[in-house]
């Protein structure tokens, strides 16, 4: 599913989050998005996730124009900021609430991704009782149990130890090797570069610079 | 099929896992209906009747013509039996858009089918609520070998605290509009609109704002208060200056249409952003 | 502790919270101040016009002294204010024990200063905050209603209009002293406005969401409220005494007489209450 950004420009309040944003995010491939803190990362996979509209421009999906032919991304995984989910629940209840939506995994298939995300122990722990470390990686296997197509990480490695960053190097490889577009954005430049066929850099909501394997470009 | 599973969702976790405010809401009920019964037994009234005792619920207060010694009646039964039901719902909206329905509105594939499914079951959650109060109640009628209609006795006007004494009953025409549909539809307009409203401010001062058009309904009798058609006393089956249930109906229902479908239109534009 | 209450306070009075609390309750302060000058001021004014009548012994009866929002009885804004009283109270920063716990903003301020001085400093900001908001629409309100109305002495064979009877909470100073009546009704409203903070802060820590704690003070006075006029019917009428704060805060009789024992005791209640809960779960609790 290629993600195409003509011309975007969010604006909330009287803030310009994104200003003029041209790239194009390739079926298949890692895409990598990295920037200070406040530069827009997050502002820009909430655009391709639909949770917000663009002011100005388009976020098309194969075509699809995200907020006027759909509202959301067909076939989403996503964790953005910090994951949110139920107190009262444990983990594996957590993920069969989302599950249960689009109904098209089974409780199998929850449970082998809590164990890809290395949560098999604490899956019956109530969701209060998660470290911090916990939750991302409960919150990592909500955005790729479901198989989706695209799959979006907003500094996915935050709080995991170097176990964790495996996980997550291996979960992203394998996703890609599935054939998911990603979007993965991390303050660890070693890891975006590790994992990204493509990096876009991003400073104050402008798309400032273009990394692919290794060359640079500017724009 | 995807609106259904996220009715489900929100029938689920707004209304079966937040079983204790239910719980208290019967408790509130309960100890309405020992109160009723303690008033009954003060007068010396043994018979009573299904509508007697709604009546006592709902009646509200007559007019309240300002006066510098006559403070006003404050109904508390009947603000209590609203306004509980509104502060129990206030927050679930802006909760859930803040925490894990980011994760499930993405999947729900359109924001339509979010939204209408809170309106789903914001409706069915006070109609929950004064159904379980309405249950109770019949439990304690029939405990108290009530009669099972609605027809209200002569003795009520005198019961009631708040003004029913000017209005003899003979002449009262009180049927299951006033007594049972009214309450319900006007808490549903009610709280709808404060869901509404919370698109644009925090739940709290939504809260606010439903406080104020009960309160105001309570000082003004006015067919553009709607309140007013909630509280019994203010029927123009009984007052002649009343309002009309039939007034109330389509003043509820098109604020319920106009709550569900502004808050559709203003949704789809809505920023999904994590609130504090 | 010092400087920690200086950051508090300066958090507390500077939020757009605390403008909210502000400005809704001196919104009711002024609509009520307009309604009885509408009401009661023409009167005086025809009185005084009519020289035939410039010795009437009614002309105490409109009075400022019985058209403050602590003594009118009519319009809808008293009502609105006293009710609303716990959330506007409440609203500044009643929610910020939550709040800064939630957030994990508390580990911040623990490893630099003692737990004992944030929450300290913290419940005196909640109560000093609870106490401005109620404060300053009250004095708006005095302000207002005294530009346009005399201060005639009330006169005590009227009490059935002003309400005020014999028995009353610092009664006998309404009709002698009826200045220092006002002084210290304003003073009582002021203590109970910064009361109800705490209460609401309290109550944050048995409920987590931030909405639910500051709204309960106000729900639980309803249902206090409720439960008083419930029981009233069983009760002698004699000796019917007004418990519930939001009632016998306001300067007049609204339903029953207030007691000073019983406005000592509920305040008494609200402090001590507040006092452990802040002290067993804040102070002395850890911090996850």
Known sequence: ?219 | MKYIKLVKFDLKYGILKRWYTYLLYALLTLFACMDFSFRLKSFDITNFSLGDCLFYFYSGISEYIPKPDEPIQIPYLWLLLNLLVCYFNVHYMSDDLSGLGQYVICRSGKRRNWWLSKCLWNFSSVLTYFLLSILIVLSFCTFNNAEFSFEISENMNLICPTGAQQYPVSQWNIGSIQLLLMPILVCTAISMLQMFVSLFVRPLVSYVVSIVIYFSSMYKLSDLLLGNYAMILRSDEIATNGVSALNGIIFSVCLIFASVICGLLYFQHYNILSRE | ?288
């Not at chain 1, 089974?106 to 449970?111: A, G, K, L, R």
């Not at chain 1, 164990?115 to 009782?129: H, I, P, Q, S």
């Not at chain 3, 919270?17 to 009711?28: D, E, I, N």
């Not at chain 3, 009361?195 to 639910?212: D, K, M, P, R, T």
């Open chain 1, 1 to 219: 599913m290629a993600i195409e950004f003509k011309n975007v420009t969010k604006k909330i309040k009287k803030n310009t989050v994104i200003n003029n944003a041209n790239l194009t995010i390739e079926t298949g491939k890692i895409t990598g998005l990295q920037g200070i803190n406040g530069s827009g990362k997050t502002m820009m996979m909430r655009l391709i996730a639909g949770l917000i509209k663009a002011t100005e421009g388009e976020v098309v999906i194969d075509g699809i124009i995200i907020g006027k032919d759909i509202d959301f991304p067909l076939s989403l995984g996503m964790m953005l900021e910090n994951p949110a989910f139920l107190n009262s629940y444990d983990g594996f209840h957590n993920l069969r609430l989302l599950a249960d939506i689009n109904g098209i995994i089974s409780d199998s298939d929850i449970y082998e991704s809590i164990n890809r995300v290395g949560l098999d122990e604490a899956k019956n722990k109530k969701y209060k009782k998660y470290s911090l470390g916990m939750k991302q990686r409960l919150g990592i296997a909500a955005a790729v149990m479901e198989s989706p197509d695209i799959i979006l990480l907003d500094e996915p490695t935050n709080s995991l130890d170097s176990e964790g960053v495996e996980m997550v190097k291996r979960i992203v490889s394998e996703e890609k090797a599935r054939g998911a577009t990603i979007v993965i954005s991390c303050h660890d430049t070693a890891i975006l570069s590790e994992l990204s066929d493509i990096i876009y850099t991003i400073e104050s909501g402008k798309i400032t610079g273009c990394i692919k394997n290794g060359s640079d470009s500017e724009q």
């Open chain 3, 1 to 288: 502790m010092k400087k920690q209450l200086k950051i508090e306070l300066k958090k507390a009075i500077f939020s757009p919270y605390f403008l909210f609390g502000l400005v809704m309750l001196t919104l009711f302060s002024v609509l009520s101040a307009i309604y009885i000058l509408e009401k009661n001021g023409g009167y005086t004014a025809a009185i005084k016009a009519d020289t035939e009548y410039a010795y009437n012994p009614d002309l105490p009866l409109f009075s400022f002294f019985s058209s403050w929002i602590g003594a009118e009885r009519m319009s809808l804004a008293y009502t609105l204010f006293f009710n609303l009283m716990p959330i506007g109270t409440a609203l500044p920063f009643a929610w910020s024990f939550c709040s800064e716990r939630k957030s994990g903003y508390i580990k911040n301020i623990v490893i630099r200063d003692n737990k004992k001085n944030y929450y300290k400093a913290k419940t005196i900001a909640i109560f000093v905050s609870g106490m401005i908001v109620v404060l300053i629409p009250l004095l708006i309100n005095i302000l207002i209603v005294s530009s346009k109305m005399p201060l005639y002495k009330p006169f005590a064979g009227y009490n059935f209009y002003n309400c005020v009877y014999f028995g009353d909470l610092f009664a006998d100073l309404y009709y002698s002293n009826p200045g220092i009546y006002v002084s210290l009704y304003v003073a009582l409203n002021t203590l109970y406005g910064g009361l109800f903070a705490v209460l609401g802060a309290a109550f944050s820590f048995y409920i987590s969401n931030i909405f639910s704690a500051v709204l309960l003070p106000f729900v639980i006075m309803l249902i206090l409220a409720y439960t008083e006029h419930a029981f009233q019917a069983y009760m002698f009428a004699g000796d019917i005494v007004e418990l519930i704060p939001t009632q016998f805060l306001h300067a007049s009789t609204l339903y029953a007489n207030s007691s000073g024992i019983v406005v000592a005791a509920v305040a008494i209640i609200i402090l001590t209450f507040s006092f452990f809960t802040i002290y067993f779960k804040g102070v002395k609790n850890e911090i996850y």
